[in-house]
């Protein structure tokens, strides 16, 4: 009886043991779970308010894209919530210094794979940063000519003077020498032209600065100025330099040529073509077009 006893008492004491160890097992892990629950909410709640502060502080700036704004916000808001992340599992005894390290390897591995994209990411930070160009604006890089419709992070929708969608990367536009044209308010054109050595040359430049005065959209300051800027070998050519506002200076050069050919035309003065003079080999002289099916011969020049 005495070792029944016994045997139950020692069974108590070890439930006894045993659900003491569970309570406090619990406690434990109930005021982790709280804390875990309260630091997730805090930090949701800071990482929110941060992301928010940060994109109003950007939009103060004219300068600054809506864009780059809610990147910046939105990354200072996920950089948060993994600091909280790593802090709750820090709570449950998770080791942080291997979460990180792996992490480390993780965004070193996945730089590495994205490199192209990264650069991409870069320079369309930077792009948003010092605005060469904005949103509505013709632009002209040499091998993509377009008005831009969009400026992302990873690449620019441009639109072509033809009505084509061009998709360009970031890292293109931002290693190259980029021309705006809508940039500025004003811009000057050179209307050149070769008229005859026989024709009045006085009365072929006023005619030029007379179509310049008549045009609305040609500025009188900076004043049209007209000069003689060649003597070639068939023309004298003649040219005036005048200045229009940036959104009608395609139109206005297309009419200014235009009207300068009529206007010469009704005055009498002449538009030479090119002209060569050929010898041939019985010495007889012959004066060509350039262009003419006669050059193809075999000739010499005299």
């Known amino acids: 009886m005495d070792s029944i006893e016994q045997q139950v008492g020692e069974l108590v004491k070890s439930s006894g ?39 109003n502080a950007f ?6 894209d809506r864009t780059l704004a809610g990147f910046f916000g939105n990354i200072a808001r996920y950089g948060i919530l993994t600091i909280v992340i790593i802090m709750v599992l820090g709570q449950f005894g998770v080791q942080t210094a291997s979460i990180l390290a792996a992490l480390g390897a993780a965004g070193l591995a996945i730089g ?8 991409n990411i870069a320079a369309g930070i930077m792009l948003l940063v010092l605005r060469p160009f904005r949103v509505g604006e013709y632009i002209s ?6 008005t831009v419709q969009e400026v992302g992070l990873f690449a620019t929708e441009l639109k072509t003077f033809d009505g084509l969608f061009r998709l360009a990367p970031n890292s293109t536009l931002w290693n190259v020498s980029i021309t705006n044209y809508s940039r500025v308010t004003q811009r000057m054109h050179e ?32 004043e049209p100025y007209a000069f003689v800027k060649e003597l070639g070998d068939s023309a004298v050519v003649v040219a005036m330099r005048y200045w229009a506002p940036g959104s009608v200076w ?21 538009i030479p073509f090119p002209q060569v003079t050929l010898s041939t080999l019985d010495g007889d002289e012959q004066l060509l077009e350039k262009g003419d099916e006669a050059a193809d011969k075999p000739a010499e020049k005299s």
């Open 17 to 55: 043991d045993f659900a003491n160890a569970m309570w406090a097992l619990v406690i434990t892990y109930t005021f982790s779970v709280l804390g875990a629950v309260i630091l997730l909410i805090v930090g949701w709640i800071i990482a929110a308010i941060t992301q928010r502060s940060i994109k």
């Open 250 to 270: 395609w139109k206005t050069t297309h009419i200014m040529t235009r009207d300068a050919k009529l206007a010469f035309d009704e005055a009498g003065i002449s």
């Open 191 to 222: 209307l050149a032209i070769g008229i005859g050595y026989d024709d009045d040359l006085k009365k072929a430049i006023e005619i030029l600065l007379d179509l310049a005065r008549n045009n609305e959209n040609v500025l009188a300051d900076p």
């Open 112 to 119: 590495l794979a994205l490199q192209g994209t990264l650069q």
């Open 59 to 64: 939009l103060k700036f004219e300068n600054v």
């Open 141 to 146: 890089t040499g091998s993509i000519d377009g």
